[in-house]
């Protein structure tokens, strides 16, 4: 038997923007055994949560994390709007729902490139994020903000988006489209991709469901499960299918991203077009009553949940966020041993690893 | 109010994941709440595929054990140690147990989750 | 002026630390890689590795545990260096200030040059603060921009 080394991965790596540390066993090139150190991350935002006035949490929750900061704010305020529970106008239900797929498409767009990244394609990382690019621009011209949407509030939404808007708003997402699947077909057909991602990091139906999975990431192991199929704010209106892949590998998540950010800009398309007029947001009466509520929310990388617990006050008795990759990062402990030492870092990527969201 | 909670005794918590993992469930997360003189913690899951939620609650002392349903799901792993580190709930038999340090670093606050005396006086005078 | 001051100007190259940001700023600061902004027209190179780099850019607050890992890194960047501390956040602590892990702004560790303000900060913020940063070491090395 060769001897065992243990190689630190992380926590700074070119892979990952973000600090996380894997320490991996190795027997010479092969891993045998993983362990995540984590925590670099930690705030401490759930117990400042209780600790600030819930309408003052909006903005906390928008920062766990950066690149799904609107869909934070939004499933914040929806499992809030639980606990009286108080009804949104539907203007504000087909807003949420533009700016959260709004998110995914540059969300996705953000992962491709990284993944592109990850092979040593840099220019077509570089082509992912000019397109990307695009999508913040309308973002910001909707919203007021690149990142940082800020679009939420306690019973609705702060900003409406008009006429002239929505019009440069269609324009932009289907020049998006056109010039995203040019690079799409690059990266789904390209031999080299195949090769470094087909059949790395396979999980079953079974071990999918087992390890608690979710997002593209459960998807791509053939689970047909997605938070939006239970239709929250505009949603149930859309004709929406979740889109699934069987092969349960890397191949199989980059694939399944990729329809979603083909889905996500018609689900756009479709929602500016039934926009329906009206109030923007609804006033909450009083306090957030002694209430428990659960909110469940499809974020780019997989369900958000939320749970809260009100007690009558200004504050919150409890706020717990669990984002997805809280949820996928175990699956590296199943999907990292065995494989090479040179796929770590695309096994990794493959889950789309958010580690200021997980650790919060 | 959480649909389908159901409300059980810790001994009888590995019974009950048991249940949902033969019936092939997908574990989604737990929650731990300081109620003073206990914590409540609750397991969700969720009936896949579909999006069927349903959960498990109990309540222990602050120096009761609990068992680790880590044999079971070994994703819950993340959650069963950071309610160890951050509520002190005492976890037996953990899969990996990353000695009170997953979140927190050497000098951190010790148990910073569990409320301080205003907040529980707070929380009563509102919820009546 | 030496070929070595004149370089560290005209091509300063830098390393990116993040604390426990919300990534929001991690990734505008990747963004001033990328075609539209593209920084390294001003021949600034990203670097992985503090022994290579001038200045260090910092986004996101100091947390119990990062603290240790950025002081480390500061030391390690050789002389002379300035330090950008980017995102409100970096800055002060900004929306994290009450939460128990964090102990503040970059400022509360390692000595700051410039801060770059903004949450998240822009991409043109950040190239700006860079910039300013570049000014402050030719006037500290005694040589025009
Ligand atoms: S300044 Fe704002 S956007 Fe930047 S890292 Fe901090 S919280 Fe995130």
Not at chain 1, 257 to 280: H, M, N, T
Request: a negative charge; proline letters at 6%.
């Amino acid at each position: 038997m060769a001897p065992r080394t243990i190689t630190p991965f992380g926590p700074q790596h070119p892979v990952l923007p973000e600090p996380i540390q894997l320490k991996l066993e190795l027997e010479d090139e092969r891993v045998v055994g993983v362990v995540p150190a984590i925590g670099y991350g930690h705030r401490g935002i759930e117990k400042a949560c209780e600790l600030n006035e819930y309408p003052k949490n909006i903005y906390l929750c928008e920062r766990i994390c950066g690149i799904c900061s609107a869909i934070h704010g939004m499933t914040y305020c929806d499992v809030v709007e639980k606990l009286w529970p108080l009804e949104i106008p539907p203007r504000a239900s087909y807003l949420r729902t533009i700016w959260a797929e709004m998110a995914r498409t540059h969300s996705h767009l953000l992962w491709l490139g990284l993944l592109a990244d990850a092979f040593g394609f840099e220019s077509m990382f570089m082509q992912y994020w000019r397109i990307r690019e695009k999508v913040l621009d309308i973002l910001e011209i909707t919203t007021g903000h690149r990142v940082t949407q800020s679009v939420s509030i306690v019973g609705g939404v702060r900003r409406d988006i008009d006429d002239d808007q929505k019009k440069h708003c269609i324009e932009v997402l289907k020049d998006v489209r056109k010039e995203a699947e040019a690079l799409n077909n690059v990266l789904v057909n390209d031999y080299t991709v195949k090769a470094r991602t087909v059949g790395k990091g396979v999980l079953s139906y079974d071990q999918a469901i087992a390890l608690g999975l979710c997002g593209p990431h459960l998807r791509a192991s053939g689970v047909k499960e997605d938070c939006r199929t239970q239709g929250y704010w505009a949603y149930g209106d859309l004709s929406y299918e979740p889109i699934v892949a069987t092969g349960g590998d890397s191949f199989s998540r980059a694939a399944v991203r990729v329809g979603e950010l083909y889905q996500a800009i018609d689900l756009q398309l479709e929602a500016f077009g039934k926009l329906p007029e009206g109030e923007l947001a609804a006033k909450p009466k009083g306090n957030p009553p002694a209430n428990e509520a659960v909110s469940r929310v499809e974020q780019p990388r997989g369900e958000v949940f939320y749970y809260a617990k009100g007690n009558g006050t200004r504050n919150l008795e409890r706020l717990r966020v669990r984002t997805p990759t809280y949820a996928n990062i175990p699956s590296l402990l199943v999907m990292l041993p065995g494989c090479e030492l040179a796929d770590v870092p695309i096994i990794v990527l493959s889950i789309d690893p958010c580690i200021s969201c997980t650790e919060r | 109010m959480i649909d389908k909670l159901k409300e059980i005794s810790k001994d009888q918590l590995l019974a009950e994941v048991k249940k949902y993992a033969d019936a092939k469930a997908r574990f989604v997360t737990g929650s731990a709440n300081d109620l003073g003189d206990k914590l409540e913690i609750t397991y969700f899951f969720n009936a896949s595929p579909g999006m069927d939620l349903s959960a498990l609650r109990f309540s222990v002392g602050k120096d009761e054990e609990v068992p680790s349903m880590t044999g079971i799901y070994l994703t819950a792993v993340l959650i069963e140690n950071e309610m160890k580190e951050l509520f002190g709930l005492k976890v037996k038999d953990l899969a990996i147990d990353f000695g009170g340090h997953m979140m927190l670093a050497q000098d951190s606050p010790v148990l910073p989750m569990l409320k301080t005396e205003e907040q529980l006086a707070a929380g009563k005078k509102g919820g009546n | 002026m030496g070929i070595i001051a004149t370089s560290r100007l005209k091509s300063p190259w830098i390393m990116h630390f993040d604390n426990s940001s919300c990534n929001g700023c991690d990734i505008e600061v990747l963004a001033c890689l990328t075609p539209l902004y593209d920084v390294e027209r001003f021949g600034i190179v990203n670097m992985g590795n503090p022994k290579h780099a001038d200045v260090l850019v910092v986004t996101g607050p100091v947390n119990r545990r990062t603290a240790r890992v950025l002081k480390n890194l500061y030391e390690q960047i050789p002389g002379p260096k300035m330090v950008i501390a980017v995102g409100t956040c970096g800055t002060s602590g900004g929306v994290f200030h009450n939460c128990y892990n964090v102990l503040g702004g970059v400022d509360k560790v390692i000595p700051v040059d410039v801060y770059v303000p903004g949450c998240a900060a822009r991409p043109e913020a950040i190239i700006d603060g860079v910039v300013l940063a570049l000014q402050k070491l030719a006037k500290l090395q005694g040589v025009a921009l």
